[in-house]
Each structure stands twice: as C-alpha cells, then as structure tokens.
T-cell receptor, first 116, second 110 residues
Framework: SAVISQKPSRDICQRGTSLTIQCQVD?????MFWYRQQPGQSLTLIAT?????????ESGFVIDKFPISRPNLTFSTLTVSNMSPEDSSIYLC?????????????FGPGTRLLVL | QKEVEQDPGPLSVPEGAIVSLNCTYS??????FMWYRQYSRKGPELLMY????GNKEDGRFTAQVDKSSKYISLFIRDSQPSDSATYLC??????????FGTGTKLQVIP
C-alpha cells in the first residue's frame, strides 16, 4: 500500500488568487493523479502526472488553470490559478499501486478548498 | 446519460442489517470493477476489486458483477456503525481511466 499526505488540508481563498496543493507519497510511484470531488458529483480526473514529463490533462481542464509539477517519484503539486467560487471543491491526489494496476489506486485525504 | 449511475442515498439501516449498494453502467468495455469506501473528511480507500463477471467475498463484504445486465452490487452483512460512510463504485476497461459513480451515503444506526 501507499501512504499519501496532502497539504494544506483545507483553505479559504479569495477570488483571483492561486493556491498550490502538495502531495507527498511514502514510496516511489510512476503515475500520480489529481482529482476533483464536488458535492453530489463523481470523482473527476483533472490530470495524470508522470515524473519527467508534462502532465496529461483531461477534457475541460487546462494547464494554465491547473499547472502541475512532478519533480520526483514521491512528490507532486497542483496549483489552482485565478480562483473563482466555482473552484470550491475537494482536491484529491492519488497514486497507482505497485505493479502498475490503476484499479488499485490509493488516495490522499484531500484538500478542501473554499473560494469566496 | 452518465456512464455510471449510482443512487446517492442516503441509505439508513439498523445495525445488523444486510446492506445492498448498486451501480449500473453503460460502457460494455468496462472489465475492472471496484468499490471504494470514503469516511467523512477522508480520501476514498479501496474496499473490493473484481475482474469481469462473478462474485468476490471478503469478510462481511461481497461484490457481485453481472456484465450481461451491466449491474454491480456490494453487499454488507451484519452491518456495523463503523460501516457508516459513502461508498463509491468505480470501473474501467483496459487501459482507460477509471470512471467513478457519485457515491451512496450509508448510515448504520446502533
């Protein structure tokens, strides 16, 4: 299994500002995923981050709005830029289990973001 | 139509009851089926994983997949207050990304 921590656990931000969320894993992993979880909606994949390459974004998400860094095999950051109230959500970091099977994903505790 | 449909609940049952949680899906390419449990203010944790059709049992939990009906279920026997959480179904086919249901909130009343 993998133990994932995220910082901050929660934040309240003003419209127009940016927030960077950190994700730390206790073991080296190839692929890291960033999800958004909004009330009443399913987990939505924002992007997949591989170490040493550009993140791959899903439809509806762009790098200018959600820049991602992946400097090594245990760490990643997601920045939510130029925030609006619609960005209020829970943001989750996830990694795949050892062995490379995406179906056995592990999730961090999430970052609860409220944009005023 | 959503690819994965899941009744949001909330579902409230007395302690000791048998709980049935269900999801339907439309994508016939899905082969891997998962159930995640998410406690309040926590990230989802993998509970059960099933490949293709059939049943899988793990303690008080049984996962069923009926690919012909595009229907999956999670049964919880002898439910406990500690089972109170939101249960997310998830599925994928091949190397596709995982698609999640919206989650069913379960409350087990002592």
């Amino acid at each position: 299994s993998a133990v994932i921590s995220q910082k901050p656990s929660r934040d309240i931000c003003q419209r127009g500002t940016s927030l960077t969320i950190q994700c730390q894993v206790d073991s080296q992993v190839t692929m890291m995923f960033w999800y958004r979880q909004q009330p009443g909606q399913s987990l939505t994949l924002i992007a997949t981050a591989n170490q040493g390459s550009e993140a791959t974004y899903e439809s509806g998400f762009v790098i200018d709005k959600f820049p991602i860094s992946r400097p090594n095999l245990t760490f990643s950051t997601l920045t939510v830029s130029n925030m609006s109230p619609e960005d209020s959500s829970i943001y989750l970091c996830s990694v795949e289990a050892a062995g490379g099977f995406q179906e056995t994903q592990y999730f961090g505790p999430g970052t609860r973001l409220l944009v005023l | 139509q959503k690819e994965v449909e899941q009744d949001p609940g909330p579902l409230s049952v007395p302690e000791g009851a048998i709980v049935s949680l269900n999801c339907t899906y439309s994508n016939s390419a899905f082969q891997y089926f998962m159930w995640y449990r998410q406690y309040s203010r926590k990230g989802p944790e993998l509970l059960m994983y099933t490949y293709s059709s059939g049943n899988k049992e793990d303690g008080r939990f049984t996962a069923q997949v009926d690919k012909s009906s595009k229907y999956i279920s999670l049964f919880i026997r002898d439910s406990q207050p500690s089972d109170s959480a939101t249960y997310l179904c998830a599925m994928r086919g091949g190397y596709q990304k995982v698609t999640f249901g919206t989650g069913t909130k379960l409350q087990v009343i002592p």
